[in-house]
């Protein structure tokens, strides 16, 4: 019952932006947008979240979509440090199962020197 | 700010024996979670505490897993007897609370083998 749905996998060169599709088209009002990476060998590391308007922080921009159906993350000037698996989770802002953060299988991110 | 911090990183273990897993959650975050990683089903939930308490368990697997939360600075994850389907690597993670708009954060996983 994947609620997102990614590429499995994506080039960018290095130095280049890096944009990260991710369609949701059954996200509900409360529910949030969740970016994670997990680096080979390493836990999954926070990127960016969103619920409605765009985000940036000093890792990456996300821009939703007006109708929160689909989203973007952006990495503006990737480096062969941002080679990894790339997760768009949707999860419940608020309710008993706000808590849930459910992984599906991610874009594999490629960058190329 | 340490992160989460879990150890041990590696274990090796053979069929039958205990195996305990140690984390230490980031300083006031009153949530944490286990989760175990494998090739073919991924990042899976295990269990969540909330202030210490477990909410939600039903991603154990058997009766062959506990968890345990006995403070706020400390959780553990114990399998016995373990079996070689146990193999994967366990995450840990904490967040502020289990609201929705309060990101997780993982550490670096204990890779566990079971011979």
């Known amino acids: 019952d994947a609620k997102t749905t990614q590429p499995p996998s994506m080039d960018c060169a290095e130095g280049r932006a890096a944009n990260l599709p991710c369609n949701h088209s059954?996200?509900?009002?409360?529910?949030?947008v969740y970016w994670y990476r997990q680096i080979h060998s390493q836990g999954p590391q926070y990127i960016i979240h969103?619920?409605?308007n765009n985000e940036t922080n000093e890792m990456a921009s996300l821009i939703i979509t007006e109708d929160r159906k689909s989203s973007t993350l952006i990495l503006p000037h990737a480096t062969l440090r941002d080679t990894a698996v790339y997760y768009c989770?949707?999860?419940?802002?608020?309710?008993?199962?706000?808590?849930?953060?459910?992984f599906g299988k991610g874009t594999k991110l490629s960058v190329i020197p | 700010d340490a992160g989460v911090i879990q150890s041990p990183r590696h274990e090796v273990t053979e069929m039958g024996q205990e195996v305990t897993l140690r984390c230490k959650p980031i300083?006031?975050?009153?949530?944490l979670f286990w989760y175990r990683q494998t090739m073919m089903r991924g990042l899976e939930l295990l269990i969540y505490?909330?202030?210490?308490?477990?909410?939600?368990d039903s991603g154990m697997p058997e009766d062959r897993f506990s968890a345990k939360m006995p403070n706020a600075s400390f959780s553990t994850l114990k399998i016995q007897p373990s079996e070689p389907r146990d193999s994967a690597v366990y995450f840990c993670?904490?967040?502020?609370?289990?609201?929705?708009?309060?990101?997780?954060?993982f550490g670096n996983g204990t890779r566990l083998t079971v011979t």
């Open positions: 993670a904490s967040t502020p609370d289990g609201r929705g708009n309060s990101p997780l954060h």
């Open positions: 059954t996200i509900s009002g409360n529910e949030y």
């Open positions: 969103g619920l409605k």
């Open positions: 989770i949707v999860r419940a802002g608020v309710g008993a199962g706000s808590y849930q953060l459910t």
């Open positions: 300083s006031g975050h009153n949530s």
């Open positions: 505490f909330n202030n210490n308490v477990p909410i939600d």
